[in-house]
C-alpha cells in the first residue's frame, strides 16, 4: 500500500475520521530531509499495510492543516489515532527509527 497524498480538504476524513492509526508526514518539494525520509515512508507503508496509513501532507499545496497543528519545521510526522495527536516527531530518521518509534506509538 502506498503513501497517501492528503490535503486539507480531505485531512478529516482521510486522517482524523480513518479507521486505523495514521503516520502523517508533513513535507515540502523543496525539503532535502523530506526527500530523504520519502523511501523509508514507502517501504513502511507496505510492509504495514492493514496496520497503519501513511498520509502526506505538502505544506506549501496545504498550508491550513500544518498551521493548525503546529508544524514549525519539516519534515514533521505525526501518528494520529482515534482522531488525536498521540506522537510526533520533528525531522529525519533512519527508516529504522521511524518503524521503532511507529511500533512504540501503536
Known amino acids: 500500500m502506498a503513501t497517501k497524498a492528503v490535503s486539507d480538504e480531505s485531512f478529516e476524513s482521510d486522517v482524523l475520521n480513518a479507521p486505523g492509526p495514521v503516520l502523517v508526514d508533513f513535507w515540502a518539494e523543496w525539503c532535502g530531509p523530506c526527500k ?3 523511501p523509508a515512508l514507502e517501504e513502511i507503508s507496505d510492509e ?8 502526506k501532507v505538502n505544506i506549501d499545496d496545504h498550508p491550513m492543516t500544518p498551521g493548525k497543528y503546529g508544524v514549525r519545521g519539516i519534515p514533521t510526522m505525526m501518528i494520529f489515532k482515534d482522531g488525536q495527536v498521540v506522537s510526533t516527531k520533528i525531522g529525519a530518521m533512519a ?11 501503536l
Open 36 to 38: 530523504q525520509i520519502a
Open 95 to 105: 527508516k529504522g527509527k521511524i518503524s521503532e518509534w511507529v511500533k512504540e506509538s
Open 48 to 55: 504495514m499495510a492493514g496496520e497503519l496509513t501513511i498520509a
